[in-house]
């Protein structure tokens, strides 16, 4: 999906996000998260320098890094996600691909955010207090090795 382009910035509050693979039907899970971060990529420069060479440093793309993905929601009784992290702890990772979509005010996808191969490597549950006015939250960290954006 190529990005829809407009002068205005898009809300970052309008999102949704699929991860496929993960329910035992195979049927791709949609989670309604109020946060996604880890949309980040890396690649770090390899310096070097020939003895021979001028006093410069040379600088070389070095192996690519994918920020692992962070998202939270909270807590609604929907288990799928949680069982993807307890095949994880019974040492049967499942990686999968999915996406985040950026979307406009009518819910439709106006940005796409693919990932490859990811699988759970953190869960978080709430933090619980008879003294707080708070929704109960759970985050769920992926690893990625792949992010790339839809321009398709």
Not at 126 to 132: C, D, F, H, Q, R
């Amino acid at each position: 999906m190529p990005p829809v382009t407009r002068d205005d910035p898009y809300a970052s509050y309008n999102f949704r996000i699929i991860v496929s693979n993960v329910s035992n039907d195979g049927v791709a899970v949609s989670g309604s998260f109020t946060e996604a971060s880890g949309l980040e990529l890396e690649i770090p420069p390899i310096e070097y320098r020939n003895g021979s060479e001028d006093i410069t440093v040379r600088k070389i793309p070095g192996l690519k890094k994918f920020t692992n993905l962070t998202f939270k929601r909270g807590i609604t009784g929907h288990v799928d996600f949680w069982k993807w992290v307890v095949e994880a702890l019974d040492g049967k990772v499942r990686r999968t691909s999915g996406q985040i979509e950026l979307l406009d005010e009518n819910r439709r996808p106006v940005m796409r955010w693919n990932f490859n191969r990811g699988w759970p490597t953190k869960y978080t549950g709430p933090t619980l207090s008879a003294t707080k006015n708070e929704i109960a939250m759970e985050t769920l960290v992926l690893a990625v090795e792949q992010l790339e954006i839809d321009l398709t």
